[in-house]
C-alpha cells in the first residue's frame, strides 16, 4: 500500500512526460529514468511526433 497502485505510478510517469515536453521540447534528446516510459513513447509514435500534439489529442 506504501508504494501505490499502478495507476499512481502511471499518473507519476506521465507527469514527468508533460514537465520534459513543456521544458525541454520535442527536438532535444531526453532520458527518462524508468525505461518503460521510453517504451510507452515508442508505441505511441516517438518524441518529436508527441511533442507536436496539443492538449485536445
Same mark, same amino acid.
Given at each position: 500500500?506504501?508504494? &501505490? ?11 514527468? %512526460?508533460?514537465?520534459? %515536453? ?7 534528446? %531526453? *532520458?527518462?529514468?524508468? *525505461?518503460?516510459?521510453?517504451? %510507452?513513447?515508442?508505441?505511441?509514435? &516517438?518524441?518529436?511526433?508527441? &511533442? ?6
Amino acid at each position: 500500500m506504501l508504494g &501505490g497502485s499502478t495507476q499512481d505510478a502511471a499518473l507519476a510517469a506521465w507527469s514527468k %512526460v508533460d514537465r520534459a %515536453v513543456r521544458e525541454v521540447g520535442p527536438y532535444q534528446s %531526453v *532520458a527518462f529514468d524508468d *525505461a518503460l516510459i521510453h517504451r %510507452v513513447l515508442f508505441e505511441m509514435g &516517438g518524441w518529436i511526433p508527441l &511533442g507536436s500534439k496539443t492538449e485536445d489529442e
